[in-house]
């Protein structure tokens, strides 16, 4: 039985003066552009900075980024959003991307300020979701439940993230910044490939246990991915944030202007080093510390911000575990153990990273049903729920099958990442949606529940930037194209054994360049040669490193060509009966 409808009239959260004037400034500025009286590409400055994007071959159409700090997500809001989805996006859903933001697509310029106001008015922002800035605060989506984690980091990754909201300091960098938060042993938030990344740690210090982290700089993906590397072997928590402030500043002071292809801070501290990079953090921490004006936000942090009780929610009554394989498939899959005895962490897959408006609504009734409306958005672009009644998780299955949000296998092989592409992406070259909804259909027949192949993880990006991460992926593809038989066609250049860990990032080695409509079958053969060929239980990116490019190369060279005059194989994943053409636009994120 599905839970009832819960929703109330949604609370506003009271605007403060400076929001207000944000609305009222873009209002304006839409009326000058309009006019004539702004130029399109100081606007299109200006709306980056306010989490908006062109979408892809229009002219007043956009793509709304919504800040989520750390993930962290109300039912309330999740209302809020399926209600914006509804009134102004195309298609009618969220998209959760891999930086735990939320992504509304087509929305018509004219609507764009009642959109803002909207979000604003549910506690949410899209300032600075885009830009030159610092972009939305990430953070391990098992933060305060994880029973492997060192601390909980939530405090922290909000501290930081309303500490740079709005901060002069982060105006008008050379280019993007992004933080990441890791509690956890496992690298669940890959902290190696930001520009700046704090691990958990505790340290014994004149006997007593100090928390702190260990912070890293100058990592990334894009054309040229780069591994971050450790500032100092420990961070007292008071000095988190002004060793951040301080990375900012050196990064504002010395990235590349010139270049936007070599504007972020990893092309700093390629040309530097690490330890010429080190001393200017920790000399500048210095003057961030004595500089201080009474204006600026202090650097104090409460670590107990976010301790909590279990939901109080209505007890659930006694129900029996279905029998059905589907629900013990999610059971094992969907399901987390929390540190807090008798609670369970859910993983809610949202196919292609999209949830539409019903789901978003059916899932926000079933949030305060069974945890008090608390829910997390993820890097792995699905949402999760905290603090569900183990005794409840038979109910909340049951629900969320009727919402059709059910699908097993979370953060397994089938669950694959992908970027928006050239659905709406101005520099995509392939429609990454689609070669992630065609490689789909080889998970049935029982590769999605092969052991051994659980912990492959795909990744798909439209192109070399990497939004879909496809550097970290043990099987990674990116967009690209190449001419055949005098006819442009769009491949994927496949990449095998990426990975992280805590401390360092390894990027997978380019292997194939596979025309689209043959990339499904070469990732079966791929597939089905490591279930032959592994020992033991040795893992893939290990399997990668034994077997060796060459080799696999020569398993998959049957897969480069296509069948001569079938006009079917000159065509993208995603967009089927459209003639391809590489069309790249001017990507507005460096703007």
Known sequence: MSPADTRSSPVKVPLTPVQEAELTLFEENIRKLESGALDSDDFRRFRLENGIYGIRNTTDEHMVRIK??????????????????????????????????IQMHHIKRRDVPALLRKIADCGLTTREACGNTVRNVTACHYAGVSPEEVFDVRPYAQAVADYFLRNPLNQNLPRKFKFAFEGCPTDHARVPIHDFGAVAKIREINGKKVRGFQCYVGGGLGATPHSAQLIEDF?????????????????????????????????VLKDWGIEKMREAILEERKIAILTRSGRTPNFDINPHAFDEQPPKVEA???????????????????????????????????????????????????????????????ITQNLVMQWVADKALPLVYADLLEAGLAEPNAERVAD???????????????????????????FSNGLSTAEELQDI????????????????????????????????????????????????????????????????????????????????????????????????KELLQEFTTIPSGDPKMYEDLGAEGVAFKMEMGKGECAA
């Not at 997500?73 to 735990?100: F, N, S």
């Open 68 to 101: 989520v700090k750390w993930g962290n997500l109300t039912a309330d809001q999740l209302d809020a959003l399926a209600e914006v989805a509804e009134a102004y996006a195309t298609p009618k859903c969220g998209h959760v991307t891999t930086r735990q933001a």
């Open 235 to 267: 961070t007292p928590e008071e000095l988190l944030i002004p060793t951040a402030e301080a990375v900012v500043r050196i990064f504002d002071r010395h990235g590349n202007r010139k270049d936007k292809a070599r504007a972020r801070i990893k092309f």
């Open 316 to 378: 659930p009554a006694s129900a029996a575990e279905p029998t059905d394989a589907n629900y013990k498939r999610w059971r094992l899959t969907n399901v987390k153990r929390q540190k807090q005895a008798g609670y369970s962490t859910v993983l809610v897959r949202c196919l292609l990273g999209d949830i539409y408006v019903p789901q978003m609504h059916q899932l926000a009734q079933i949030a305060r049903r069974y945890c008090g409306g608390r829910l997390r958005t993820a």
């Open 416 to 442: 694959i990442t992908r970027c928006p592409g050239a659905d709406t992406c101005q520099i995509a070259i392939t429609h990454s949606r689609g070669l992630a909804a065609a490689l789909t259909p080889i």
């Open 457 to 552: 993880k795909i990744k798909i990006s439209g192109c070399f930037n990497s939004c879909g991460q496809h550097h970290i992926a043990d099987i990674g593809f990116y967009g690209s194209s190449k001419v055949i038989d005098g006819h442009e066609v769009p491949h994927y250049v496949l990449l095998l054994g990426g990975h992280t860990h805590e401390g360092a990032a390894h990027f997978g080695k380019p292997t194939l360049q596979i025309p689209a409509k043959r990339v499904p079958e070469a990732a079966r053969k791929l597939l089905q040669f490591y279930r032959s060929e592994r020992q033991g239980n040795e893992e893939f990116r290990h399997f990668v490193e034994r077997i060796g490019t060459p080799r696999f």
